[in-house]
């Protein structure tokens, strides 16, 4: 296949090098991005594209989708196999579709879902007001205690028992540590609630046995393909042995739900993307991966508190942190702000009980999946810390971006293009 068509148009190609070379000078640290391998880029650049396969395998509205159906049969028996999971619909286009398709399958317009606050690190999608799940939905909320910065199952117990919600979602955008799968699985059994459980960020985690995996406790698990898994953007919904003896109809519910209730015609390029990212994530070498994101982003933490840096919770047991930088008199947007001058990309964040707006929050996320897969390790972890204090207490930009580009050079970006 020939990669030199797209130089011919020449506006998109210039913005498209500039991105290249922003990312081989900088440090991607934004917990929920990633850099995925030349295969995975590939496959999303098929002739797939083309195709429309309204429907699923051997169930198409269109002729002519005799091996788009061996591609997305493919993707689903490796998804099944690679989280251990009788059931998974790999057309969601991304998170979000998939969280609403677990809606559309388990509850009706005005029932009660129940989940985490998203002022605590919860999902706009878990019943936020502003979304579709908080405009449909009733929403109740628990969130984290206030002196530990944890979630805490008593309380969520109590708050499950007196909204008694038909959906719980467990998981979350900004929470630093471990979900605790059976403690919310038996609350959702006390209530008779469907259990979700959203690993969008951690999915490559539970792949590579550096996080408690949701399997045996949900009804229902989502997760996007990208993020630590390392795959292209996208969404995928799977169901539990669990959640069939809950519910023997739960697969079709779901199927029905993304289509012809949320989507039309699959995005068959993606989803083939999506097939290997999931061998990839088979191999040995993945789990070796996902362990190293988790052990430098706890050296990263580790480094940072050596340097005043206050963490929510205190540390961080999975690939991201969050920072509370009210002691550093600083807010978080010219923190994201001044850290990206300096070649260090990360987003402001509201911390638990935040006194400040959502436009300008008292905290910052980061994380270490991106510059993991770029093969960096403690040292490197050591090398950032020291950065991001000059830059956050000092404002001394210039030297960090310097010394930012040098570490970035040292560890080429996986593309091969």
């Not at 979602?169 to 605790?180: E, H, I, L, N």
Request: proline letters at 5%.
């Amino acid at each position: 296949m020939k990669r030199n068509n797209l130089k011919k148009d020449k506006e998109l190609f210039k913005s498209i090098k500039k991105e290249r070379k922003r990312r081989e000078e900088t440090l991607e640290m934004i917990p929920s991005e990633n850099h995925t391998s030349p295969a995975v880029l590939e496959a999303m650049s098929t002739i797939l594209t083309d195709k429309y396969a309204e429907g699923y395998p051997k169930k198409r509205y269109y002729g002519g989708n005799e091996y788009i159906d061996e591609v997305e049969l493919l993707a689903q028996k490796r998804a099944q196999k690679l989280f251990s999971v009788p059931f998974a619909n790999v057309q969601p286009y991304s998170g979000s579709p998939a969280n609403m398709a677990v809606y559309l399958a388990c509850m009706e317009p005005g029932d009660k879902v129940l989940g985490m606050n998203l002022k605590d690190g919860g999902h706009l999608t878990h019943g936020w007001k502003v979304s579709f799940s908080g405009i449909y939905y009733e929403s109740a909320f628990y969130g984290v205690n206030q002196e530990t910065e944890r979630i805490d199952l008593e309380e969520v117990e109590k708050i499950a028992q007196k909204e008694k919600p038909k959906l719980i979602w467990v998981g979350g955008s900004a929470y630093p540590r471990q979900f605790d799968w059976k403690g919310f699985s038996k609350i959702a059994d006390r209530v008779d609630a469907f259990l979700a459980a959203d690993i969008a960020h951690i999915a490559g985690l539970i792949v590579a046995e550096v996080h408690d995996s949701p399997v045996e406790y949900a009804d229902i698990i989502t997760t996007t393909t990208h993020k630590t898994l390392r795959g292209p953007r996208g969404g995928m919904v799977m169901v539990t042995d669990k959640g069939l003896r809950r519910d023997s109809d739960l697969q079709k519910k779901i199927n029905k739900a993304v289509f012809p209730g949320l989507q039309g015609g699959p995005h068959e390029h993606q989803i083939a993307a999506k097939a290997v990212c999931f061998k990839e994530a088979l191999e040995d070498d993945f789990k070796d991966y996902g362990k190293k994101v988790v052990k430098n982003n706890k050296k990263l933490a580790e480094e940072l508190k050596k340097r005043d840096f206050r963490l929510i919770t205190g540390g961080s047991d999975n690939h991201l942190s969050l920072i509370d930088l009210r002691n550093k008199k600083m807010g978080g947007k010219e923190a994201e702000s001044l850290l990206e001058k300096a070649g260090i990309t990360i987003n402001k964040n509201a911390i638990p009980n935040d006194p400040a707006p959502p436009a300008d929050p008292s905290g910052i996320r980061l994380g270490t999946p991106a510059i993991t897969t770029r093969g960096m390790k403690s040292k490197e972890m050591i090398e950032i810390a020291r950065v991001i204090d000059e830059v956050i207490t000092a404002k001394e930009v210039k030297k960090a971006r310097k010394d930012i580009e040098k570490i970035a050079r040292r560890f080429p970006l996986p593309y091969d293009f």
